[in-house]
């Protein structure tokens, strides 16, 4: 078990990562979409998990899950191999789009609900202590004013933020969410962002698969990209930035250029002779 | 009118039907919600060969055709969990194979059997004797008291089944016992309903109720009642018309469900002449958007610039000028919509 000190200051030196990938592959049937991951994600840590569309990352979360084949390599859940944790609920699982069958109407409640459901065993039922954690989900969320409101009719930030609530009243360890942001205006955004910010404060790790950093980028400790199936960033927010800077300066100044030309031309124009407005810049 | 009831047979007929018109909807709603509507049609096709079964060995038919249509249930979810594209393909073979067996051997039915495959295919209420009301009783039984204890769950896993494995709910032993209900549904629906008729009376009800609810639980609710109203209603009026009892009944819950809907489409064109829609803004409100939270019958009014905002769909209605202090607030919360952006 590698216990290397994180840079990140909330992460907590616990020897035990709350997940940890090494040489990992996950794909469908015998085919790899995603190889040779290695990933520790300690306690605390708010990691996004940075891409583009078809770069594998879908599939690495969906590989820590256990959602698809574990091809190769390990998955640590909270020290245990994956395979043999039993307390899966222990990671909240937060998919994409609200992939909720919407052929019944239901609310926003009753779906927060099913997330207590694995705290339940096998033939429980909600007591009043659920009942509370589920109030509390939504509360958390922003959304105990929309509890009996029909989950069709929210916006899709709203229907994100039942989704995290739904994972919540699992009481998880860490939230795994898939493009929390997409497909949410900016609005919006902000609001998920405050609801993630809060949760953060309480402590939960999270890892974030997104391919774009927007709103939640204030939010993290850690990125790592994934391209081309493999992982090919993996370090804090500040190295990330510089590099994207240092990548994007070429872009800046070509556009720099353009504009001191266009400046040196409006500056040539005034100083004709019945200009007056250049002697007050003068 | 009242005569009906002294009559035996439709004593045990209106019993029958008023489990069927209780526990339909009830297992239907979840297959609804998987999108898997049709499939208790194909297990009334599976039955069919289990009644024929039945007949020809001298066994009871309801109990053989219960075996053959809780096999099929089974194979069915297997078939599913293994995810071949060709699922659909399979569900086809095992539900003709079932209809086209029982033809088949129904043929073979030794003489003086009551073969009458017409009263199998669409319900009669002559066919049902007391014995099979027992067994109809026993089985909506079990089936209410499973769905009691597993509603939650089978709720959660037709809701969202990739969540529901990702979090380890047990995904395919809740699918074969929602698929084994079905089964047994079918079974108890098969003397009044009919095998072919029975999915309607699963699927039709629920189709009704999703226009006049607003939650799950409501949805079921209404769902029952119009399934009850149906069943109940179906039979009674079966009797003075001499009508087959399983079609009268599925045509009176389509009824149910073209009235429903047409009163619903009126409500709805009357209401969205009254409702009156707020100016659009992105601030979202909620419990700590800082406007004032006014309750307001069964929804939360948030206090904008001296009016009510309630939020509807995708936006918000206006609900009102404030009455208390819409005048005397001169130091309102205006400019609140700036903190979106912190």
């Known amino acids: ?106 609310t926003a409640e009753e779906i927060v609900a099913t997330g207590r459901l694995p705290r339940l065993g096998w033939l429980g039922r909600p007591k009043a202590t659920d009942r509370q954690v589920v109030a509390r989900a939504l509360e958390l969320v922003g959304l105990s004013d929309r509890a009996a409101t029909e989950v069709a009719t929210l916006s899709g930030g709203q229907q994100r933020r039942v989704l995290i609530a739904r994972a919540l009243a699992g009481q998880p360890d860490v939230l795994v969410m898939d493009e929390p942001t997409a497909g949410v205006d900016v609005a919006s955004q902000h609001v998920l962002a405050d609801v993630l910010a809060r949760l953060v404060a309480r402590g939960v790790t999270m890892l974030i698969v997104t391919h774009e950093l927007g709103a939640l980028e204030r939010l993290l400790t850690r990125i790592v990209v994934v391209d081309g199936g493999r992982v090919t960033f993996d370090g804090p927010p500040r190295r990330f930035a510089a590099r994207r800077r240092a990548r994007d300066h070429a872009h800046d100044t070509h556009r720099h250029d353009s504009e001191l030309a266009a400046g040196d031309t409006a500056a040539v124009v005034p100083h004709g002779p019945a200009d007056r407005s250049g002697q007050a810049h003068a | 009118m009242l005569e009906i009831l002294t009559t035996d047979f439709m004593q045990r007929a209106l019993i029958a039907a008023l489990l069927v018109g209780l526990v339909a909807p009830m297992v239907g709603i979840f297959l609804v ?44 979810e297997l078939l599913r969990a293994r995810g071949r594209t060709n699922a ?43 014995s099979d009301v027992w067994v109809f009783l026993v089985l909506a039984l079990v089936i209410m008291g499973t769905l009691w204890v597993l509603w939650p769950r089978l709720f959660a896993v037709a809701n969202d089944e990739e969540y529901a494995r990702a979090v380890g709910l047990p995904v395919l032993p809740l699918n074969i016992v929602l698929a084994v209900l079905t089964a047994t549904t079918v079974v108890v629906a098969m003397r009044v309903v009919g095998l072919l008729l029975i999915s309607a009376l699963m699927i039709v009800p629920n189709a009704a109720g999703q226009l006049l609810a607003r939650s799950f639980t409501s949805g079921l609710r209404w769902a029952v009642a119009i399934g009850l109203v149906s069943a109940v209603g179906g039979v009674f009026v079966s009797y003075p018309l001499d009508t087959p009892s399983g079609g009268t009944i599925v045509v009176l819950a389509v009824l149910i469900y073209i009235v429903t809907a047409v009163s619903m489409a009126v409500v709805g064109r009357l209401r969205q002449r009254r409702h009156e829609v707020a100016e659009s803004h992105e601030h979202e409100h909620g419990p700590e958007c800082g406007h004032e939270a006014i309750p307001h019958g069964d929804h939360v009014d948030y206090l904008h610039d001296g009016h009510r905002h309630a939020a509807h769909q995708g936006h918000y209605d206006e609900h009102g000028a404030d009455e208390y202090g819409a005048l005397s607030r001169d130091d309102g919360p205006t400019g609140q919509d700036e903190e979106v952006s912190t």
């Open chain 1, 1 to 106: 078990m590698s216990a290397a000190p994180r840079s990140a200051s909330r992460a907590d030196p616990s020897p035990v990562p709350v997940i940890e990938l090494r040489g990992a592959a996950f794909g469908y049937g015998e085919h790899a979409v995603v190889t040779d991951v290695t990933l520790p994600v300690h306690r605390g840590e708010i990691v996004a998990v940075l891409g583009p569309n078809g770069s594998g990352k879908s599939t690495l979360m969906k590989g820590i899950l256990g959602l698809n084949e574990h091809l190769a390599g390990t998955v640590r859940l909270f020290g245990e191999p994956a395979d043999e944790l039993r307390d899966r609920a222990r990671v909240g699982y937060v998919p994409q789009r609200h992939t909720l069958s919407s052929s019944i109407r239901s």
């Open chain 2, 33 to 76: 919600q998987r999108r898997l509507s049709l499939i208790g049609d194909g297990m009334g096709h599976v039955a069919l060969a289990g009644v024929a079964i039945g007949l020809v060995t001298g066994l009871e038919p309801v109990l053989t055709a219960l075996a053959g249509a809780v096999l099929a249930a089974v194979a069915i």
């Open chain 2, 88 to 130: 659909d393909v399979a569900l086809g073979v095992i539900f003709y194979g079932g209809i086209a067996a029982g033809v088949v051997i129904i043929s073979k039915a030794p003489e003086g059997t009551p073969a009458n495959l017409v009263s199998y295919l669409f319900g009669s209420i002559l066919t049902t004797r007391t």
